[in-house]
């Protein structure tokens, strides 16, 4: 194992889930006919003039404030000079030496301890817009371009982390929790898909070289359309940066930063054209747009809109249910509308694991089958709490349990019409009763067996039962028939 340390920064770009772009008020919706959304404004018309949107500041605050990052009391919007087709202006509204927030952090953990829970740190989260698309087809030796500005405009949040992760399973899981959270206070829907969510990750190496610590040059990797393609991406290259540095020995600083593209499909990354450095793009102020002052009103009510956060709602799932760090994960990371769900049955049976085995087994691996959303799961949540809450007081016996609950499930019937329809009737205890005695009269060896102290023969007597009476529930036929011998 060559002994490294491989270094991760990541820069996240969401697009915050507004109406309309950032400094005009074309419409953000996704998948219009291309060019349909743009107006003087977002394509750089000259003498138009941009109005901020204050709905995508009020967005972006939240982020912020629940990134744990500072809010500064001004900021501005800087022009950040490029050409590129795809951005007629010719410069981009971005923020360069005043972003709205700095300083924050997330905290990423892993329930199966691959590694130690830690704090990443977030440099500054700012808002900009975003470029169009350019579309380039090239099949077939043809070298047409088009292009799409239905995007140019919209607003984007770029947060860029400190590089505190330290391997492709640490970044991952940095993305999972940040996307969580940004789903869960509404800012985004970061469907990686329709480019909500976009990452670029900044990565080298520290390696000890003879007793002195020595960094490999930054690579910056683009192209990556999966949280797995980043982890993956960022694991092929701490091996190809370790390789090179064997056979040169280049350290950082010997060469401007590179960029490499990841190549799924192959595994691999690939140069690309070399990072301009930021005084290229010649940043300053925006003399279109107005400082922002944010008063502390303004970032006290953002911090108050946030409700819990997901890892708020893991401990909280832990203190108040008795789940498991595991099980907590695995609910809380399923969305805000599974726990609802979940939450709503536990009101109903008041039970928080036992609602948990049912919800992270069943209803989970049917929602996968049938890759359907919580929001179109045919049994509802007050239906599945009052199922748990049968099972729990007996009068629904835990072996027709996964019966009932798939007749609940195909023929979206309450638990009630489910029994019936299965002809369960509830059983009561008396009737039981009288059938535990009859066993145990005709069974005197068992009696003796637990008499002797074998508690475990009872468990011949519980067949018996199921035969004479299918609606027995076995582990009330236990009970009572270890009751009866006691008191015989
Ligand atoms: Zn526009």
Not at 234 to 255: C, F, M, N
Request: proline share 5%; with cysteine.
């Amino acid at each position: 194992m060559p002994d490294y340390t491989t270094i991760v920064g990541l820069e996240v770009h969401v697009q915050l889930a507004t109406k309309s772009k950032l400094f005009c008020r074309c419409s953000t919706q996704f998948g219009a006919e291309p060019n349909t959304q743009t107006c003087p404004v977002c394509i750089g018309m000259p003498g138009s003039l941009p109005v901020m949107n204050r709905e995508a500041l009020d967005l972006a605050l939240k982020t912020a404030v629940a990134l744990n990052c500072t809010i500064p009391p001004l900021t501005k919007w800087d022009r950040k000079q490029y050409y590129y087709p795809d951005l007629p202006k010719g410069y981009q509204i971005s923020q360069y030496d005043m972003p709205m927030s700095e300083h924050g952090h997330l905290e990423i953990s892993d329930s199966k301890d691959r590694f130690e829970s830690k704090k990443i740190r977030i440099l500054r989260a700012h808002l900009e817009e975003d470029a169009g698309k350019s579309i380039h087809d090239e099949v077939a030796g043809r070298a047409d371009s088009v292009i799409d500005l239905n995007r140019t405009g919209t607003p984007l949040l770029e947060i860029v982390s400190e590089p505190d992760m330290r391997s492709g399973l640490e970044a991952r899981a940095y993305l999972d929790e940040l996307k969580l959270l940004l789903t869960y206070i509404g800012v985004s829907d970061c469907n990686m898909q329709e480019g909500s969510l976009r990452v670029d990750a900044n990565v080298n190496l520290h390696l000890d070289s003879g007793g002195e610590m020595i960094a490999t040059p930054i690579v910056e990797i683009k192209n990556m359309n999966s949280f797995r393609a980043v982890e993956r991406a960022i694991e092929y290259e701490a091996g190809r940066q370790y390789d090179v540095w064997q056979e040169t020995g280049a350290k950082l600083g010997d060469s401007p930063k590179q960029t490499r593209g990841w190549d799924d499909a192959a595994g691999v990354t690939r140069g690309q054209r070399s990072k301009e450095e930021s005084s290229d793009y010649r940043y300053f102020p925006d003399p279109d747009l107005v400082p922002v002052v944010f008063t502390k009103e303004e970032v006290a009510a953002a911090t108050a809109s946030l409700g819990e956060k997901p890892a708020d709602l893991r401990g909280k799932l832990q203190s108040e249910h008795g789940l498991s760090a595991y099980d907590a994960e695995v609910l809380v990371n399923q969305g805000r509308d599974l726990l609802a769900y979940y939450l709503a049955a536990v009101d109903v049976a008041g039970d928080g694991k036992a609602v948990c085995n049912w919800v992270s087994q069943d209803v989970l691996r049917v929602l996968k089958e049938r890759e359907e959303p919580i929001e179109s799961f045919p049994i509802a949540a007050s239906s599945l709490g009052k199922f748990v809450s049968k099972l729990k007081s007996g009068d629904l016996p835990s072996s027709r349990g996964r019966d009932v609950f798939d007749v609940m499930l195909d023929k979206k019937l309450s638990v009630d019409e489910a029994m019936h329809q299965l002809g369960i009737e509830e059983v009561d205890d008396s009737e039981l009763e009288t059938l535990c005695q009859q066993l145990l009269d005709a069974n005197p060896k068992i009696v003796d067996d637990v008499r002797g102290g074998k508690q475990q023969a009872v468990g011949a007597l519980i067949g018996q039962a199921k035969k004479r009476n299918p609606n027995a529930d076995p582990g009330r036929v236990r009970q009572l028939c270890l009751d009866l011998i006691a008191k015989m």
